[in-house]
């Protein structure tokens, strides 16, 4: 069965911090690893990885995808209360469909 | 520019009621999907469409039906509502050419009682 399993499920950390969130992944016919920040409502896209090792970077947001491994790494330097936020994963197969991780509660203290 | 809007945002039902969600999206997107997010699982997909006229069942179908008629509308039911489909649905669309992300809704906040 097809999973993505998210770590931590939660996490409190100060501004100016930087944080690491995890996600591992079993999913037959691997396509494509997607990261997405949700805070009230509708979760917003940040990044796609589809090749090992090629970091996507924006502003203070990086992610790195090991397919080998079969995880990923989203990265947060110098935190702002504004990145407080759900942060979920999912993975796409060559169907279309995405299968999301639990998601990752990030709480940013000022 | 709506992107993907979901109508009504929020509704409370009681047990045995039926009810339709519609989702709406204005960038011709061939993909839309469905999904419910319930605390602790994540996002989980009902059903999802590929093109006007067809359907196809997700992860959790049952007590749901989808019709997908107009290229630009998906819309969701519930037959006959449980308070185990109280939850947030969230709506989705794609592209159908390309390796491109999904681009989702504000959700509806649906509660059965």
């Known amino acids: 069965e097809d999973k993505v399993v998210q770590s931590p499920l939660s996490l409190v950390v100060h501004e100016g911090d930087t944080v690491t969130l995890n996600c591992s992944y079993e999913?037959?016919?691997?396509?494509?690893l997607l990261w997405y920040k949700q805070e009230k409502k509708a979760p917003t896209f940040l990044f796609m990885l589809?090749?090992?090792?090629i970091e996507k970077k924006s502003g203070r947001l990086s992610s790195i995808l090991d397919k080998k491994e079969l995880f990923s790494i989203l990265n947060i330097t110098a935190t702002q209360t504004g990145d407080s936020a759900v942060y979920l994963c999912?993975?796409?197969?060559?169907?279309?469909?995405?299968?999301f991780g639990q998601g990752t509660t990030l709480q940013v203290k000022p | 520019n709506a992107g993907v809007t979901q109508t009504p945002k929020f509704r409370v039902l009681k047990t045995g009621q039926s009810m339709t969600l519609l989702c709406a999206q204005d960038?011709?997107?061939?993909?839309m999907y469905w999904y419910r997010q319930d605390p602790g699982m994540g996002l989980r997909l009902i059903h999802y469409?590929?093109?006007?006229?067809?359907?196809a069942k997700g992860e959790v179908p049952d007590g749901y039906n989808v019709s997908r008629l107009k290229k630009q509308n998906f819309l969701l039911g519930l037959e006959s509502a449980a308070p185990s489909q109280t939850s947030v649905y969230f709506c989705?669309?794609?592209?159908?050419?390309?390796?491109?992300?999904?681009?989702f809704g504000d959700g509806t906040r649906l509660s059965i009682l």
């Open positions: 999913v037959t016919n691997f396509r494509s």
């Open positions: 999912a993975v796409s197969s060559n169907t279309g469909k995405l299968i």
């Open positions: 469409s590929v093109g006007e006229g067809t359907t």
């Open positions: 589809t090749s090992s090792g």
């Open positions: 989705a669309s794609k592209t159908g050419t390309g390796n491109q992300p999904q681009h």
């Open positions: 960038m011709n997107h061939e993909y």
